[in-house]
């Protein structure tokens, strides 16, 4: 069943029939003042932290997805009611019709009923702490219409998120609101902890209005819901009238009546405001909002700047599924993944008030190719959070102070960063996340000296060093930590936070990426001409070579081995034979032979692959787990022990597009893309516009049904294998070699690019419909040698042709 489409033309997603299977969400804002929203208006705010900051109020892992910002309109004729989204009063739909329109940072919400015609812009005005809506109410009927609007927000009364929800012996008692101004309402919070230099004490949240005069105002949740009520029938909208009263030791709100006459054909506008300001500066802010075409001035000032964030790269292929998401949604992901990490969304409650290594650094590869200065920036940052010996925090504090942080203490559970983040110890694969990263960014922005920079380590006295000392160091970190088997320990975890194979235990799949990074580190080190480092890497590397190529197991590789020495992921083990992360990392890291990688990609075809993508191992654990096998606690094909796990699906369409495969890289992107759902989103469930973290698989009743939206690192594993894998756009410092991998079918496909600030048109003619090869390309009429396009040639504007053949 279809719930709406993509309108590419203008970067939107368009709900049709509100009744989604699942509240289907946007984000607006930025890092220093977040906010999501459903179709149906439903979310929440915070102000930089979700765990800290927490400004309205949210119900998790409910249905409905309960409470939001909430326009409900009366007539007060008839004393009929409805909300101008379709939840929370949820009119029949034969009578109410709504459309959403879910666009970059901002939602439109359209509705029409009872001849009354609304649409409500919800947005963060860019560069700002607040959010906006402007509703727009326009009488579509014949006569005269008497109505009461009230917009409606449920605030928290304490900003930590769990202290608001459970400790209610305190903060039940902190708060009381005020009306101020005749336009707005003031939540006062801890108002007896002393005077700021203004004279001003505690905090204040404001919920104000401007464009229509306020007739009534409620400041009190149980005095605007009223007893034994709900969202959909609050005793205020009910009565056609807020009760002016205030909160004082209960939970707040912001409730705005408005009283209008609306004459046929006419349209009133309103505007509200919420933020976390002292009354004056609320007062000032509302005040500009009674400039004409203000709202809509910065409605277009977000749009510009995010779409052209989006076109740094565009396609246009035979794929609707690929536009969309590649010149779109994948894209909007992308950033807000590197924007937020894992903080704050329908699922996550905001409560891990930080950045995982893993998840950031590898985040930021998906927004490279479009700003890739944006991304440099955090990767300091995050070479800011690397250990001197040479180990990445597990969490980064949103607030990290470089130079001055406490680390894990591999000795001591209980140190003291394990008290202040919850995280006793190092990851095997944080900080090797950084080569694949830094080598996009030094390829799509051509700054050689980025490894000269010299940037601090995260601990009290680790001292500074190169950004090129920083990657050796994290080559050194995985080569102190081996195990007996000459491959690196998979300590605390290894990317799989549900595999612990055990101190002394080893990873195929951190052994990979450490293979990889070696790759990396000797062409680096062989530009700087550092010969003694060069001699380690080929010692380091042929022993790690031998060492990996002893868990060839007959047609894969195996997962790793655990610290009494059993293997795990052999072929003949009962359960969880056949791992996924193995057999794309190892085409990946280039260590794989050709027999070698054809045999193993082939098997995660035969055994792993599914109409939903690839699972992540095969068959799932039920009765042969052991100890540090954590995924059995999950029901089988589900998460971790089976599931389709949505990120290794990037890294299995970039394996197979390195290998040439254009044809079965593009079969894994179909299978997992949440466009190729849409028409199917009874089964998807989740946003058929954004990836989540994992679907069900064939064990589970309900296969093919996705979980945990937006906040997940596939987000850019998928952009990546996209980009580089099957556009083939693989920059490096001299220049970008260009090796589609596309169904043969295609007869081509077009790409605009921006690149060191040049501008590249580039047509793939594919007239000899094979899966890859390019026969030729010229640059501007000139014919080049291979398919390699030096940058020194590039005009600011460059036709490039390539013939695959």
């Known amino acids: 069943m279809q719930y709406g489409h993509f309108d590419l033309e203008n970067k939107e997603y368009v709900i049709t029939n509100p009744a989604t299977p699942a509240p289907w969400a946007n984000y607006l804002g930025d890092p220093e003042y977040g906010a999501m929203i459903s179709n149906n208006a439903a979310g929440y705010s915070f102000v930089k932290s979700g765990a ?14 309960l409470p939001g910002r909430y326009i409900y309109i009366r007539d007060n004729d008839n004393a009929d009611y409805w909300s101008a989204s379709w939840q929370p009063v949820g009119k029949p739909l034969d009578q109410y019709k709504s459309e959403c329109r879910h666009g970059t940072a901002y939602t439109v919400i359209s509705a029409e009923y009872s001849g009354i015609k609304s649409e409500t812009t919800y947005y963060v005005p860019y560069g700002k702490t607040y959010e906006v809506w402007r509703a727009k109410l326009t009488n579509s009927s014949d006569k005269e219409r008497k109505l009461s609007v009230f917009g409606f927000i449920e605030f928290t009364n304490e900003p930590n998120y769990e202290q608001d929800q459970v400790n209610l012996q305190y903060t039940l008692f902190i708060t009381r609101t005020s009306f101020e101004g005749g336009n707005r309402i003031i939540q006062h919070m801890n108002e007896n902890t002393g005077f700021d230099e203004n004279g001003y004490n505690g905090q204040e949240r404001f919920f104000g209005m401007v464009g229509q005069p306020v007739t009534a105002s409620c400041g009190s949740l149980s005095d605007f819901i009223g007893p034994y009520r709900t969202f959909s029938n609050p005793i205020a909208v009910e009565n056609g009238k807020c009760s002016n009263v205030m909160n004082y030791n209960s939970n707040s709100c912001g409730a705005l009546q408005s009283d209008i006459t609306l004459a046929p054909g006419e349209t009133k506008e309103f505007i509200f405001v919420l933020g976390e300001r002292k009354d004056p500066e609320a007062a000032a802010i509302l005040e500009e909002y009674k400039a004409a075409g203000k709202v809509d001035a910065e409605v277009k000032q977000l749009k510009d700047y995010w779409h052209g964030q989006l076109s740094n790269f565009r396609v246009d292929t035979p794929s609707d599924e690929f536009n969309n ?19 704050a969304s329908f699922v996550y409650c905001g409560l891990r008030n930080g950045y995982g290594y893993r998840d950031t650094v590898q985040d930021i590869q998906g927004i490279i190719h479009l700003d890739p200065e944006m991304a440099a920036e955090k990767i300091r940052f995050m070479l800011s959070a690397q250990v001197s010996n040479g180990g990445g925090l597990p969490l980064v504090k949103f607030d990290h102070n470089a130079g001055h942080e406490t680390c894990p203490d591999e000795n001591d559970e209980h140190s003291v960063y394990a008290k202040e983040t919850g995280h006793p110890s190092y990851r095997a694969d944080d900080a090797l996340w950084l080569f694949p990263t830094i080598v996009k960014y030094l390829g799509e922005s051509g700054n050689k000296g980025f490894l000269d920079e010299v940037i601090t380590y995260a601990e009290e006295g680790g001292g500074k060093a190169t950004v090129y000392e920083h990657l050796k160091n994290a080559i050194r970190f995985s080569m102190e930590r081996l195990g007996s088997h000459d491959m690196p320990a998979g300590l605390h975890a290894d990317w799989n936070d549900c595999l612990r194979l055990g101190a002394q235990g080893e990873s195929t799949f951190v052994a990979f990426q450490l293979y990889y990074a070696m790759n990396v580190m000797r062409d680096m080190a062989k530009d700087k001409n550092d010969t003694d480092y060069i001699a380690y890497l080929d010692g380091a590397q042929k022993k790690l070579g031998d060492a990996l190529e002893k868990c060839w197991d007959e047609d894969r590789f195996i997962r790793g081995i655990r610290d009494n020495g059993v293997i795990v992921g052999a072929k003949k083990d009962p359960e969880a034979n056949m791992w996924l992360n193995p057999q794309s990392w190892s085409v990946i890291s280039r260590f794989a032979s050709d027999e070698q990688a054809e ?47 949505s990120q290794s699906q990037g890294w299995l369409i970039l ?4 290998l040439g495969h254009g044809d079965r890289a593009f079969e894994y992107f179909l299978e997992s893309s949440p466009a190729a759902m849409n028409d199917k989103a009874e089964i998807r469930v989740m946003e058929p516009y954004v990836h989540g973290q994992f679907t069900e698989s064939k064990a589970s009743p309900y296969e093919g049904r996705s979980h945990v939206h937006w906040l997940t690192g596939t987000a850019s594993t998928v952009m990546v294998g996209c980009v580089e894998g099957i556009c083939g756009m693989r920059p490096d410092l001299g220049g970008l070699t260009i090796a589609p991998s596309i169904p043969a079918k295609w007869d081509g496909f077009r790409i605009e690019k921006n690149f060191r600030g040049k501008k590249l048109n580039i ?6 419909h094979v899966q890859s090869g390019v026969k030729e390309i010229t640059l501007n009429g000139e014919k080049l040698t291979g398919n390699y396009v030096p940058a020194d040639k590039l005009k600011d504007v460059n036709e490039i042709k390539v013939v695959l053949g």
């Not at 998401?325 to 903080?343: E, L």
Request: charged share 20%; proline share 3%.
């Open 655 to 658: 394996a197979e597009s390195l």
């Open 52 to 65: 800290n900051g927490r400004l309205s109020r949210f119900r998790f892992n409910s249905e409905m997805a």
């Open 599 to 645: 045999k193993a990609m082939n098997s995660v075809h035969d055994i792993l692959n599914t109409p939903y993508g690839a699972k992540l191992l095969e068959p799932p654990y039920k009765y042969h787990h052991f100890k540090g096998a954590l995924m059995q606690v999950f029901n089988l094909d589900t998460k971790e022990n089976g599931g389709i796990f």
């Open 325 to 343: 998401m590649i010149n779109v949604w994948n894209a909007y992901q992308c950033f807000i993944t590197f924007i937020w990490s894992r903080a």
């Open 763 to 768: 047509a793939v003619d594919n007239s000899a």
